[in-house]
């Protein structure tokens, strides 16, 4: 059973928004770290970190191809990217070459703290545009700023509807430091609890971690995690030790060690217990060129037969630049069958640069949460942002079913607060919106 829960819940788990990332660790299998996957470099290339003092580029438009079977390249489609103030993509837009002729869209909205929130992908379909996939992240802060509460939700393509995924609770000691992770299932119509992650810190840090999982009535232990060491505290793990409990005796299983280079790549090593001694298992290197941008991953496990590394999958980013800009990226991969020979599948040729300049964010939304209260409340909500900072913004009050019961639109010099003294009592979201981003709050009718 440890095996299997390690695979599941680690990877969902183990500090997954802990913060900026999550675990992804050597193997597919405990995985720390999902700011730094290929997955997302892939999805969102353009998002290039290169920067030189202050600036980040951003490519306005791209020309997007295809690899043929004959080796040459065959032009798709044209993009258009928009982003907001401070070069984060709010859409792209996918259209034909020749005619114009649109054939898909995508939206990203961010809350006020700067994280993701909803991503929306539409197609077209001759007359109107049609919402096809699509995921929303609802974040939760204290008043410092930390996440306590992130609801995940996805777009229901067959039925059309918004539906519910998973929650994740954390919660912090007196020092604000992180004490435990706690994963609910939404299950139509309430929350069902399924794992927990308890961090035990020493000295500022977390040291070793519990794993359990909830059996409908109590909290059963699985896994655990000693010798605990950061890369990054909280986000990436250096090294650690997992044991699984079996028949109240806690059993080795799994080693991983890591090492990282000066662009932020990494080797990452994990290795299974015999019951004698440790075995190689599993490797994954993942690579970064000198602006840090992702170029490349390989997937790798131990063979006993040939006592070497045989690889089961790769991939790679071929960047080219000028200046600070990415003017091209080739994307390719392996097939299961030739895991190790790696293939051109697809380029995008940038252009129309764009950048900005990202020493002048507003730390008052970044490192500070927005004030609602009282919450609970009976009738009337204040907002009020950090600092006393003057922003417009427009308030929404939903309920859980995507019903909107209010919408306000403030000013940046006035009082902000909401009636809620006609809507019934229980469970709302206040979404906030300004010129930085959108925030989405749970608020309590009583």
């Known amino acids: 059973m440890g095996r299997n829960f390690t ?26 770290s999902l700011f730094r996957t290929g997955n997302q470099a892939a999805k969102n290339p353009h998002s290039s970190s ?26 798709q489609t044209q993009s258009t990217y928009l982003y907001n103030t401070q070069g984060r993509l709010l859409s792209r837009y996918y259209t034909l070459p020749n005619s114009n002729q649109n054939i898909a869209r995508e939206f990203y909205s961010y809350d006020l703290m700067g994280n993701e929130a909803e991503y929306r992908k539409e ?45 994740v609770e954390i919660a912090y000691d007196t020092n604000n430091l992180m004490t435990s992770l706690t994963y609910s299932t939404w299950f139509g119509t309430a929350w069902k609890l399924s794992e927990r992650v308890i961090l035990n810190n020493t000295g500022g840090v977390a040291t070793s971690t519990l794993m359990q999982q909830h ?12 010798n605990l060491t950061w890369h990054v505290l909280y986000e990436i793990p250096l090294a650690y030790e997992m044991e ?6 806690w059993v080795k299983e799994e080693k991983y060690a890591a090492v990282y280079d000066q ?21 994954v290197t993942e690579s970064y060129d000198f602006n840090r941008n992702y170029t490349g991953r390989q997937n790798e496990t131990w ?9 089961t999958s790769a991939e790679r980013q071929i960047l080219t630049y000028s200046g600070i800009d990415i003017t091209e990226r080739i994307f390719q991969d392996s097939q299961s069958y030739a895991p190790g020979v790696l293939q051109d599948r697809a380029k995008e040729v940038y252009s129309n640069f764009q950048s900005f300049t990202i020493s002048g964010i507003n730390k008052t939304h970044s490192e500070k949460a927005v004030n609602v209260y009282p919450n609970p409340a009976i009738n009337i909500i204040s907002i009020d942002f950090p600092e006393n900072s003057a922003t417009a913004l427009t308030a929404t009050l939903s309920d859980i079913t995507g019903k909107t019961w209010l919408t306000e ?9 909401l009636n809620m003294e006609s809507l019934p009592k229980g469970i709302f979201l206040l979404q906030l919106k300004t010129a930085k981003g959108t925030s989405v709050q749970k608020v309590v009718k009583q």
């Open 303 to 311: 063979s006993i037969m040939t006592n070497a590394w045989e690889t």
């Open 215 to 226: 059996n409908g009535t109590t909290w059963e232990d699985v896994n655990r995690m000693l």
């Open 123 to 167: 197609q077209w379909n001759g007359t109107a545009w049609n919402l096809v996939d699509g995921y929303r992240i609802i974040t939760t802060y204290n008043s410092i700023g930390n996440k306590t509460e992130i609801i995940y939700g996805n777009w229901d393509h067959l039925n059309g509807v918004w539906v519910k995924g998973d929650r």
């Open 409 to 417: 639109n403030f000013k940046a010099d006035q009082p902000k607060q």
């Open 263 to 283: 662009n932020g790549g990494h080797v990452g090593t994990s290795q299974s217990w015999t019951g004698s001694t440790w075995q190689n298992s599993l490797r």
């Open 7 to 32: 695979t599941r819940f680690l990877a969902a788990a183990l500090i997954l928004l802990v913060l900026a990332g999550a675990y992804n660790a050597a193997s597919g299998q405990a995985k720390m």
């Open 244 to 249: 699984f409990y079996y028949y109240n005796t």
């Open 50 to 75: 290169a920067k030189i003092n202050a600036l980040v580029s951003k490519p306005g438009n791209s020309q997007d191809f295809l690899a043929t079977s004959s080796g040459n390249w065959q032009l």
